[in-house]
């Protein structure tokens, strides 16, 4: 994990980026469907939410279709953040909840855990972030976030059952209506 983060700034306060970013993320998360789309992407593809988020607010944003070095930073910051903290905290939150809720303090301990997963993927949201270089210099564009999604699939090779396309159409459908902020 050091050789990871080494020469990586993670700031103290969230970039205006990156606060953008999760503004964004929460209000895709929290329409209709787009919960459980992207848990069946997580939990079924392997996914990394994050990292289509992040796919779609750069179409959405204005950054327009992701380089293959981007994708290619975007996948290492998954491997590097997302799988060694992100998806212990997950684990251990999980666990939690189905083998130890009846102990006293074990709802507390979990909903702790909980909070520390939210702020590890906002540190990794920040991180995603930190890839753009450039500044934003397209209209917002679905068509944008799609072709971003299909390189990172690409990039992931990963193929997509016909049940985990449609939510993940879902999503992209969402984004037209999405506050970009």
Known sequence: MQAFLEGLDIPHSHSAGAQKFWRFS???????????????????????VNCVLFCCWTGMAGYGCLTPAEINAV????????????TRLRE?????????????????????????????ERI?????????????????SDTASRTNLNAYL???????SPHLLAALEHVVACLRSAEIF
């Open 26 to 48: 929460l209000d895709v998360y929290r329409r209709s469907g787009i919960e459980q789309a992207l848990l069946a992407l997580q939990d079924e593809a392997s996914l990394d």
């Open 75 to 86: 996948l290492e910051i998954s491997r590097g953040w997302n799988v060694r903290i992100v």
């Open 92 to 120: 251990v939150r999980r666990a939690l909840k189905d083998e130890g809720a009846e102990l006293d303090g074990v709802s507390d301990l979990r909903q702790s855990v909980k909070t520390q997963e939210m702020a590890a």
């Open 124 to 140: 990794q949201q920040t991180l995603l972030v930190q890839i753009l270089v450039r500044p934003p210099h397209a209209a917002p």
């Open 154 to 160: 690409e990039a992931r090779a990963c193929r997509l």
